[in-house]
C-alpha cells in the first residue's frame, strides 16, 4: 500500500522512498502503546521513568542507526523498526513492573494486532483487483481499511466498538 500513497501523495518523483512509508507504518502501528506510558508515569508521580527509558532507547538507537546507515535505506529501516520494538519492550517492562499489570495484559495489545492483520489481507485483496492510481481509489483503500479493521474489532470484543462509537458521538456533540 505504500506505493500507490507515494505515487498518489507525493508524485512520481518520490518513487523509493516506499519503504520508509512501509517502516515507518509498521513502527507506528506496533508503538501505540509507548505513547500511552509517559501519560501514565506523570499520572502516577513517576515522570522520571520517562526520562530513564529514554536515555536506554538512545544509548542503543544510535549506535544501530550508524551501523544500519552504512548498509542503505533498506537495512537502516529495518535497524530502525527492530530498536522501535526493542524500546517498545523496555517501555512494556517498566510500565509491567511499575503498575504492576498482570501477563495477561499482553492479550489486549492482540486484538490490535488481529485487526491489523486482516485490514492487510482485505487491502491486499483490493489491490489485487484495482489499481490505487488517483486520489478517489486511494480513498476507497483508506475506507476499506477503516471498516475491516473495524469490522475485525467488531467481531472480536462488540461492546468495546459500541462503547467507542457511543463516546466518540459524545465527544462531538
Same mark, same amino acid.
Given at each position: 500500500?505504500?506505493?500507490?500513497?507515494?505515487?498518489?501523495?507525493?508524485?512520481?518523483?518520490?518513487?523509493?522512498?516506499?519503504?520508509?512509508?512501509?517502516?515507518?507504518? =509498521?513502527?507506528?502501528?506496533?508503538?501505540?502503546?509507548? %505513547?500511552?506510558?509517559?501519560?501514565? /508515569?506523570? @499520572?502516577?508521580?513517576?515522570? *522520571? #521513568?520517562?526520562?530513564?527509558?529514554?536515555?536506554?532507547?538512545?544509548?542503543?538507537?544510535?549506535?544501530?542507526?550508524?551501523?544500519?546507515?552504512?548498509?542503505?535505506?533498506?537495512?537502516?529501516? =529495518?535497524?530502525?523498526?527492530?530498536?522501535?520494538?526493542? %524500546?517498545?519492550?523496555?517501555?512494556? /517492562?517498566? @510500565?509491567?513492573?511499575?503498575? *504492576? #499489570?498482570?501477563?495477561?495484559?499482553?492479550?489486549?495489545?492482540?486484538?490490535?494486532?488481529?485487526?491489523?492483520?486482516?485490514?492487510?489481507?482485505?487491502?491486499?485483496?483490493?489491490?489485487?483487483? =484495482?489499481?490505487?492510481?488517483?486520489?478517489?481509489?486511494?480513498?476507497?483503500?483508506?475506507?476499506?481499511?477503516?471498516?475491516?479493521?473495524?469490522?475485525?474489532?467488531?467481531?472480536?470484543?462488540?461492546?468495546?466498538?459500541?462503547?467507542?462509537?457511543?463516546?466518540?458521538?459524545?465527544?462531538?456533540?
Amino acid at each position: 500500500m505504500s506505493k500507490p500513497i507515494v505515487v498518489v501523495l507525493l508524485g512520481d518523483k518520490w518513487i523509493g522512498t516506499e519503504i520508509v512509508i512501509l517502516f515507518m507504518a =509498521i513502527r507506528f502501528g506496533v508503538g501505540w502503546f509507548v %505513547g500511552l506510558n509517559s501519560t501514565i /508515569f506523570t @499520572a502516577i508521580g513517576r515522570p *522520571d #521513568l520517562n526520562i530513564k527509558v529514554l536515555i536506554v532507547v538512545t544509548a542503543i538507537s544510535i549506535p544501530a542507526y550508524i551501523f544500519g546507515a552504512q548498509y542503505g535505506l533498506f537495512v537502516f529501516c =529495518i535497524v530502525r523498526l527492530i530498536t522501535s520494538v526493542i %524500546g517498545d519492550c523496555i517501555y512494556y /517492562f517498566i @510500565a509491567k513492573k511499575t503498575l *504492576d #499489570l498482570p501477563l495477561t495484559f499482553i492479550r489486549i495489545l492482540l486484538v490490535p494486532l488481529l485487526g491489523a492483520v486482516f485490514m492487510a489481507l482485505i487491502l491486499c485483496a483490493f489491490m489485487s483487483v =484495482i489499481s490505487i492510481n488517483n486520489w478517489f481509489v486511494l480513498a476507497l483503500a483508506v475506507i476499506a481499511g477503516v471498516i475491516s479493521y473495524v469490522g475485525c474489532f467488531y467481531i472480536i470484543n462488540k461492546e468495546f466498538v459500541i462503547w467507542g462509537y457511543r463516546y466518540a458521538v459524545q465527544i462531538i456533540r
